[in-house]
């Protein structure tokens, strides 16, 4: 009997010795380990997420010491000047990129077409135009080009062909 009992108390000791290596390590000071980066970003983003942007406020000028305005009576108006015509083309023309059917057609003026007199041509009978249409210089035929009573053809500068 006794050693029954003995078996019993070694069986038991066995099991109770095998339970407890089963089991984790009981310790007093446990240490975590901590993510450092992850932690960082996690602030980071919690610190961008609740930020605002400043509001704007704009810096008030500094009080300058600017004399009040006295008021003057509004003066009267004169006559009018005279308006200057702006020279037209008289009848259907054709614009040359020189003084004559010769240079290559530029484009194709329409009669009563307002157009804005650059020059002079160099040869006699010639006028320099800014063409309406595209903007580029072209010659037109003098015999075409009606000026208004104020305008003075003489005043314009001279241009030779290209």
Known sequence: MKTKWFRALVGLSLAGLLTNACLPPSNPN???TVDVIGTTAAQLASMMLTQTAAAYT????PATDTPTPLFTDTPTL??????TE??????SAACYSGPG?????????SELEQVIVMGVGSVPGWYVIENPYYGSLC?????FVTFGP??????LPTINPP
């Not at 704009?58 to 000028?61: A, F, G, M, N």
């Not at 010659?139 to 015999?143: I, K, L």
């Not at 104020?150 to 005043?155: L, R, T």
Request: a negative charge; hydrophobic letters at 40%.
């Open 78 to 83: 004169g006559p009018a000047p005279a308006v």
């Open 30 to 32: 446990p240490t975590a």
């Open 86 to 91: 702006i020279p037209v083309i008289s009848q």
């Open 101 to 109: 059917p010769g240079y290559p057609l530029v484009s194709n003026l």
């Open 58 to 61: 704009p810096t008030p000028l």
């Open 139 to 143: 010659w037109v035929s003098a015999e």
């Open 150 to 155: 104020d305008f003075d053809p003489a005043s």
